[in-house]
Antibody, heavy 126, light 108 residues
Framework: EVQLVESGGGLALPGRSLTLSCEAS????????MHWIRQSPGKGLEWVSG????????GYVDSVKGRFTISRDNAKRSLHLQMNSLRAEDTAVYYC???????????????????WGQGSLVTVSS | SYEVTQPPAVSVSPGQTVRIDCSGD??????ASWYQQKPGQAPILLIY???EGPSGIPERFSGSSSGTIATLTISGVQPEDEADYYC???????????FGGGTRLTVL
């Protein structure tokens, strides 16, 4: 069974940093792109960032470019999101999400997503 | 920047059919996927590659696409289908993902 467990969320002051992590199990982690998708309170889903299977391709939504960095450790089956210069508008539940297509079939960084973690709440407030 | 548009809300009586449209220029050459989210839960994948359904998804959920419009159809709506539904499309090159704003389905 695929499991994605996020950690590292919490309260952060504006301008400070926070790192989210996701531990994956139940599938061959190194074969799949991984993504972070967030949801602000009472709002819709927003794709934040993605990384392909070997970290050779990464992407970010415009609003976090230059502030957030996605990374992965295939040996530890883990995904990370380093969030710097946090803003109030970054307040959201952050989901760790598995890409549906394996590296051979993917062809591009983003296709669709077949498994989601339960999410980690990040609150940016003074 | 690329945008995907869907209606904010629809309502339907049990047993009826509802269709939710999703509009985005990249849908001309990218696949739409659909996600269902119930309160307090993570989203789940309902439809991928415009019209494919993952195992375990009831057959009353179906999808289609034509040009820049993708459509989610729920036939014979059940009370438990009351949820938020999100359309997703990669941008033209597949470098980023974009969700529609979500459609809240109310079962009357």
């Amino acid at each position: 069974e695929v499991q994605l467990v996020e950690s590292g969320g919490g309260l952060a002051l504006p301008g400070r940093s926070l790192t989210l992590s996701c531990e994956a199990s139940g599938f061959t982690f190194e074969d799949y792109a991984m993504h972070w998708i967030r949801q602000s309170p009472g709002k819709g889903l927003e794709w934040v960032s993605g990384i392909n299977w070997n970290s050779g391709r990464v992407g970010y939504v415009d609003s976090v470019k230059g502030r957030f960095t996605i990374s992965r450790d295939n040996a530890k089956r883990s995904l990370h999101l380093q969030m710097n210069s946090l803003r109030a508008e970054d307040t959201a539940v952050y989901y760790c999400v598995k890409a549906a297509l394996s590296r051979e079939a993917a062809g591009q960084l983003v296709n669709w997503f077949d498994r989601w973690g339960q999410g980690s709440l990040v609150t940016v407030s003074s | 920047s690329y945008e995907v548009t869907q209606p904010p809300a629809v309502s339907v009586s049990p047993g009826q059919t509802v269709r939710i449209d999703c509009s985005g220029d990249a849908l001309e050459n990218q696949y739409a996927s659909w996600y269902q989210q119930k309160p307090g839960q993570a989203p789940i994948l309902l439809i991928y590659k415009d019209s494919e359904g993952p195992s375990g998804i009831p057959e009353r959920f179906s999808g289609s696409s034509s040009g820049t419009i993708a459509t989610l159809t729920i036939s014979g709506v059940q009370p438990e289908d009351e949820a938020d539904y999100y359309c997703h499309s990669p941008d033209t090159g597949g470098f980023s993902g974009v969700f529609g704003g979500g459609t809240r389905l109310t079962v009357l």
